[in-house]
């Protein structure tokens, strides 16, 4: 759903980052926002590190032909072009990161690197004969949604879900001329997701394990683990417990501290526990039913007023609060005709 125009300054102010251009954000790294088709989410960040002569780039953006000219320009402005970019280094999967990747590679050269748990997800996406929303929304309860789904026949484009060059192990280092990234599986908003650790520098790449304004979404991928906000939370601590650090997200404007927002987000998550607890406890027992019970954005809006792919993700969402509520002792989970049902213990 549209939001309303941007009349009012903080509305202003919450979307000056997606300005485009190479904006210094540290010595020698630019955050370089890249445009995102469709009306949430308005840009990507991608991060230009000078490495000599080249750059290594952390996400790639989505593979549009604004984005390619609008990396072009970036680039130039700071003395590259794009045939200069040695290395992708790709934190997750998702269209808005990866595909921009591949077909900068196609058309410029460069390699791309991917972390190991996404090779699943890639080889699905191109592979998989249905969606598998289908299945897991009939789970949630919301049959209606699952028959929509299904229904739907869609070209599916697979240009730019080649494989990467190199599948990254957690904890690989990455030696650059002028710095270390190590990479660290941050398994939750995807299987396979990846931060970039640049510790003698105290940044953190943080794809979009760690976002400054919005809530990541969890497990919104083809190979969804049982219960991937468990994954995480797990994450979040992960990275909690290194020294804190300037937090470079892939969404949103770079801000001074990576455990600041990490605490908000532990918070957050443990008030959405205690708001789908109390909503099973007063007597919806599917996901679905739970989903419609609760408010969704910050703006609390009722599940009625989201478009589909969002009242799908909130779904999603609620499914994994109540797995991990199971998970806690919290309330029992119990199939019924391929329906999960949750109930207080
Ligand atoms: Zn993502």
Same mark, same amino acid.
């Given at each position: 759903?549209p /939001?309303?125009?941007a009349?009012?300054?903080?509305?202003? @102010?919450?979307?000056?980052?997606e300005?485009?251009?190479?904006h210094p954000?540290?010595?020698g790294?630019h955050r370089i926002?890249?445009?995102?088709? =469709?009306d949430?989410?308005?840009a990507?960040n991608?991060?230009a590190?000078a490495d000599g002569?080249?750059l290594v780039?952390?996400d790639? =953006?989505w593979?549009?032909? /604004?984005a390619e000219?609008l990396?072009?320009?970036? *680039?130039a402005?700071i003395?590259y072009?794009?045939?200069d +970019?040695?290395e992708y280094?790709?934190t997750?999967h998702?269209?808005?990161?990866? &595909?921009? @990747?591949?077909a900068?590679?196609r058309?410029h050269?460069?390699?791309?690197?991917?972390?190991? =748990?996404? %090779? @699943?997800?890639?080889?699905? $996406?191109r592979?998989a004969?249905?969606?598998?929303?289908?299945?897991r929304l009939?789970?949630?309860?919301?049959?209606?949604?699952?028959r929509?789904l299904?229904e739907?026949?869609?070209e599916?484009d !697979?240009?730019?879900?080649?494989?990467?060059?190199?599948? *990254?192990?957690?904890?690989v280092? *990455?030696p650059?001329?002028?710095?270390t990234?190590r990479?660290i599986?941050t398994? =939750?908003?995807?299987r396979?997701?990846?931060?970039?650790?640049d510790?003698g520098n105290?940044a953190?790449?943080?794809?979009?394990?760690v976002?400054?304004?919005?809530?990541?979404?969890i497990? +919104?991928?083809?190979?969804?683990p %049982?219960?991937p906000? %468990?994954?995480y939370?797990s994450?979040?601590?992960?990275v909690?417990?290194?020294?804190?650090?300037? *937090?470079?997200?892939a969404?949103?404007? +770079?801000?001074?501290s990576?455990h600041? %927002?990490?605490?908000? !987000?532990?918070?957050?998550?443990?008030?959405r526990?205690a708001?789908?607890?109390?909503?099973?406890?007063?007597?919806?027992?599917?996901a679905?039913?739970v989903?419609?019970?609760? &408010?969704w954005?910050?703006?609390?809006?009722r599940?009625? /007023?989201?478009d589909?792919f969002n009242?799908?993700?909130? $779904?999603?969402e609620?499914?994994a609060h109540? #797995?991990?509520l199971g998970e #806690?002792?919290r !309330?029992s989970e119990?199939p019924a005709?391929? +329906?999960a049902?949750?109930?207080?213990?």
């Open positions: 759903m /939001e309303p125009a009349a009012d300054p903080d509305e202003e @102010a919450r979307h000056a980052w300005r485009p251009g190479a954000v540290a010595p790294i926002p890249l445009p995102l088709p =469709g949430s989410l308005k990507v991608v991060y590190v002569d080249e780039l952390v790639g =953006g593979a549009l032909a /604004e000219q990396l072009g320009q970036a *680039l402005e003395g072009e794009l045939g +970019v040695r280094l790709v997750h998702h269209r808005d990161h990866y &595909t921009n @990747a591949v900068m590679r058309k050269g460069g390699t791309i690197s991917l972390g190991e =748990g996404e %090779r @699943a997800c890639i080889e699905a $996406i592979t004969e249905s969606h598998p929303d289908i299945p009939f789970e949630a309860g919301a049959l209606e949604l699952a929509m299904a739907w026949t869609g599916r !697979l240009t730019d879900w080649e494989d990467p060059d190199r599948w *990254l192990p957690d904890g280092d *990455l650059l001329a002028t710095r990234l990479a599986h398994p =939750g908003h995807t396979g997701h990846l931060v970039f650790h510790a105290a953190l790449f943080a794809g979009d394990h976002l400054p304004h919005i809530t990541p979404s497990g +919104v991928e083809m190979n969804r %049982r219960s906000l %468990r994954h939370l994450s979040l601590e992960l909690r417990a290194l020294p804190d650090a300037q *937090l470079l997200p969404h949103g404007p +770079v801000t001074a990576v600041e %927002r990490i605490d908000e !987000l532990l918070r957050h998550h443990e008030e526990l708001a789908t607890e109390a909503a099973v406890v007063a007597g919806n027992s599917t679905f039913e989903t419609q019970a609760l &408010t954005t910050r703006r609390r809006r599940f009625a /007023e989201l589909l009242q799908i993700l909130a $779904i999603h609620t499914m109540l #797995r991990v #806690r002792g !309330l119990t005709d391929g +329906v049902r949750f109930a207080p213990v």
